[in-house]
């Protein structure tokens, strides 16, 4: 899984880059079809906002997470990914089963046969 980081107003060290890629190693694992995350850390009025962005069985997933520290502000949306695609995982796999075909039952059809209808 390609992870495309990007910070605005915020220095991405090798310590961040290292961090964020432990936190979605475990999304990588669960989700291999998952080809990218585009995540965005934000700097704005003395707190740290994290949007992070893909694409996954043909619908967008965006989610953001914020903190007064940077660590908790990356976990906080890394958690909130994970729920959103596990939920969309969910709704794939129910589509899959076979609705109930609603049918009259045999009595009524029987009964229905036997009046004189004319």
Known sequence: MKINLSGHHVDMTDAVKQHVHEKFAKI???????????????KEHK??????STNYAGSRISVKGDDDVMYPAIASAAKKLDASLKHRK????????????????????????EMNLN
């Not at 707190?47 to 992070?52: A, R, V």
């Open 47 to 52: 707190k740290f906002y994290t949007e992070i």
């Open 90 to 113: 969910g709704q794939l796999k129910a589509n899959k089963h076979e609705k109930p075909v609603s049918t009259t039952p045999p009595i009524a059809h029987e009964i229905i046969q």
């Open 28 to 42: 990588a694992n669960h989700f291999p079809s998952l080809l990218s995350l585009d995540i965005i850390i934000t």
